[in-house]
């Protein structure tokens, strides 16, 4: 079996592509389903990690064709040619896979150096894939490691410290467009952990008016009221734009909820008066054509990179001690991963003794039945299963040139050396 991870992330593919090839949470077991069931390289094992910022696939194989066969997978389940996606895939087999899925869970490969909220995606991956039947022995040693090194990675270096989030970028954006905050009403399109994350470091500004759209009547009003704020229906978005100064959207919406239209049609209504929007959605919540609009101040998660990354080089020392304690955990998973490799043939070994021994003993016991000798039976029954269990051995050494030969004399213990009995 071979370990593998497929995916693209910031570093390797814009926003534009990866929102193509993301899975929204609804899809993600019955997409588990279809790569099983059409038995992509002899994967029996697999989870789909889908974030804002990658997209990933981690799988066990049997072929070794299997990077090519994913990644067409991917591309047709999303309708993407893939000779498009190709070229910003990335394909790390073995013991690069394990690294890759350490260094994720630590943070070290977020755009934001050592943030928290990928290893909680990662578990919410795992945990998905375990309900739709798709972890077995490997991914469940892989991952349950992965998270055992984060934890070390995360309680014991300085990495996840004082750490720029996408939240504080974001609000930092907005003061370059707004001198005072206060002064400003601000909508949350959604409800989830990244919105709670934004609504928080932004309430921090105290601004004129928060207010929170969502599907979900019952979780949007409970946000609100946390930020003495107001509920607003998702549905009513769209026209009453014109009413905030600041938008911050991220929901799991496959389609865009806001349009250049209706944009537009705001800014007239504002009279021109600018407007800072915020997509942390992917896909995107709001039409890329917005922010071709005079007046509109539009980022998205990778315009917030270069912000984030200010903040990483007082965590850059810290770094290489993570680096260390994964590339140790690495180390560790491969050589467990080696020992599995060689489960089978001890398995084989045991089942071709014991039928063995079955055989003899009932060949004993046929002899006992007749009248012979117990004691010439037991030592005609030794010697049979001495002849047979050495028979192996014996002509694998017959059979082998002199190199090979010293190899399998040292493996095989060296009973005999040169000739000699071992002194052992």
């Known amino acids: 079996m071979q370990l593998l991870t497929i995916g693209i992330n910031h570093h390797t593919a814009p926003v534009a592509l990866r929102e193509r090839v993301a899975f929204p ?3 993600v077991k019955p997409a588990l389903a279809a790569f099983k069931s059409l038995g992509i390289a002899g994967a029996p094992e697999a989870a789909i990690l889908s974030t804002c910022n990658r997209t990933e696939l981690y799988c066990v194989t049997e072929a070794a064709a ?14 993407v040619d893939v000779a498009e996606l190709a070229p910003h895939v990335y394909a790390l087999p073995q013991s690069e896979a394990v690294r890759h899925a350490f260094r994720v869970a630590s943070g070290l490969d977020s755009m934001v150096l050592g943030e928290t909220q990928i290893l909680g995606q990662l578990k919410t991956a795992v945990r998905t894939a375990s309900e739709a039947g798709a972890l077995g022995t490997y991914l469940n040693q892989l991952f349950q490691r992965t998270f055992s090194v984060a934890k ?51 309430a921090a500004q105290t601004p004129r008016e928060l207010v929170v759209a969502n599907r979900t009547v019952e979780r949007g009003a409970k ?77 998205t998660v990778d315009d917030l990179g270069a912000i984030v990354r200010e903040g990483n080089a007082t965590r850059q020392a810290a770094v290489a001690q993570a680096e260390t304690i994964i590339e140790t955990g690495v180390h560790n998973f491969m050589q467990w991963l080696d ?86």
């Not at 299997?66 to 309708?79: D, F, K, P, Q, V």
């Not at 410290?161 to 707004?178: E, K, N, P």
């Not at 929901?251 to 806001?258: A, K, R």
């Not at 239209?261 to 997509?279: C, N, T």
């Open 25 to 27: 949470p609804e899809q």
């Open 66 to 79: 299997s990077r090519e066969a994913a990644i067409e997978w991917l591309s047709s389940y999303h309708g």
């Open 152 to 202: 070390e990675v995360r309680g014991t270096t300085a990495v996840g410290t004082q750490s720029v989030s996408m939240a504080a970028a974001g609000v930092r954006l907005a003061q370059r467009i707004f001198d005072k905050m206060s002064k400003q009403r601000i909508l949350f399109i959604g409800a989830g952990e990244m919105i709670e994350l934004c609504a928080t470091h932004f």
């Open 223 to 299: 946000l609100a009221e946390r930020f003495n704020g107001r509920f607003m229906p998702l549905a009513d978005v769209p026209a009453r734009i014109h009413e905030f100064d600041i938008i911050v959207s991220c929901t799991g919406s496959t389609l865009p909820i806001i349009g250049a239209g209706a944009v537009e049609r705001a800014i007239k209504a504002r009279r021109h008066r600018p407007i800072f929007m915020l997509d942390l959605a992917v896909p995107r919540d709001i039409e890329p054509e917005v922010g071709q609009l005079k007046d509109v101040f539009l980022y």
């Open 339 to 424: 020992a599995r490799s060689v489960v089978p043939v001890i398995r084989h070994m045991h089942k071709q003794a014991d039928a063995l021994r079955r055989a003899e003993l009932e060949r004993a016991q046929k002899m006992l039945a007749r009248g012979d000798d117990p004691a010439a039976v037991l030592e005609a029954m030794s010697q049979a299963l001495t002849n047979k269990l050495i028979h192996g051995p014996t002509h694998a050494l017959n059979r082998a040139n002199s190199t090979e030969r010293s190899t399998l004399i040292e493996l095989l213990g060296g009973a005999y050396q040169h000739g000699k009995p071992s002194d052992h």
